[in-house]
């Protein structure tokens, strides 16, 4: 029988929620501990537990079908191996934000990162700041490294950083001053795009729409609240992310309940606001699964 195999990171920045998203799925795991090889219990899909940087060759190459990892380490592999189409991105997946930046000293006196033009700048990233240099015609000599970026500088190896910020600890830590975004990331699902026969095809879907039910269902609430009966569209309108709420009338009473899906965070603001608009029992639910 087919199965497919998922790549995420092992230990970081996404391992943790990447583990979640696919336990949501349904997804048990035989795992021990020291192996990187996690056999599937119930659905017919392994997990692969391995560096991010690795993720997306391990794609490429077809050794795994589906991997979680950042848009800026899938980027970096495809314009290193020219491979633009080799990835296919099916979604962000709005956690592990961070950006590659440039950074400089921060006694360095300089103000915008042309006038770093010519200078030397460490990074882990070459071709993705190579690439983001170019196209703001700014030319530097990179000198790759392939960790400890942050203290290039001190250690008189460079003259500048692109490096992965997040909190900006490790920068302020290392008395570097972030000068320039050059590429916002997040984590994301990315689909080898090499041809994985049909019966793995429909694995990958149904373990796709499990995902994007996971996702929505994080993302969603269920409203149950009364409501005056003309004030039906005024209440709607005021949900965020519903267009078709559920309307039940109330026995002897010109009220209605009214029951919808928000495909949207709900904040007290607009509790606040649809109390205002007449509306009263307002309960908010999670939503646990979903599949459209
Ligand atoms: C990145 C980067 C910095 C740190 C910045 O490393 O290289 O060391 O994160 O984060 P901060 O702004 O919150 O201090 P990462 O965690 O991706 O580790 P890795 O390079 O080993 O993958
Ligand atoms: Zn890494």
Redesign the pocket.
């Known amino acids: 029988m087919s199965r497919l195999r998922v790549a995420i990171q092992k230990s970081?920045?996404l391992s943790e929620r990447s583990q979640e998203i696919l336990k949501n799925c349904g997804l048990r795991f035989a795992q021990s501990k020291d192996k990187l090889f996690w056999y599937g219990q119930d659905f017919p899909v392994d997990l692969l537990l391995v560096r991010?940087d690795d993720i997306p060759r391990l794609l490429l190459d077809g050794v795994c079908e589906l991997g979680i990892v950042g848009e800026n380490v899938a980027r970096e592999v495809m314009l290193e191996r020219n491979a633009g189409n080799g990835l296919s991105c099916r979604r962000k997946l709005g956690f592990g934000h961070c950006r590659l930046s440039l950074a400089v000293p921060e006694d360095m006196d300089i103000s915008t990162s042309a006038q770093l033009e010519g200078m030397r700048v460490a990074t882990?990233f070459p071709a993705l700041t190579r690439n983001t240099l170019m196209e703001k015609n700014i030319n530097m000599h990179i000198v790759e490294l392939s960790?400890s970026?942050?203290i290039a500088p001190g250690l008189g190896t460079a003259d500048a950083i692109a490096?992965?910020?997040?909190?900006?600890?490790?920068?302020r830590a290392n008395h570097l001053r972030e000068l320039e975004v050059l590429f916002h990331s997040q984590a994301a699902l990315y689909c080898t795009s090499i041809s994985i026969g049909e019966a793995k095809q429909v694995l990958l879907n149904r373990l796709l729409s499990r995902i994007e039910g996971v996702l929505q269902a994080a993302e969603s609430k269920y409203v149950m609240l009364h409501a005056p009966r003309d004030a039906i569209d005024k209440v709607t309108a005021l949900l965020p992310g519903v267009e078709h709420p559920s309307i039940m009338p109330l026995e002897g009473s010109d009220r209605v309940a009214l029951h919808a899906v928000c495909g949207e965070t709900v904040f007290w603001e607009h509790l606040e606001a649809l109390k205002a608009a007449g509306a009263s029992a307002i309960l908010v639910l999670p939503v646990e699964k979903m599949l459209a």
């Open positions: 970081g920045r991010d882990s960790g970026v942050e490096d992965l910020v997040s909190t900006g600890s490790t920068l």
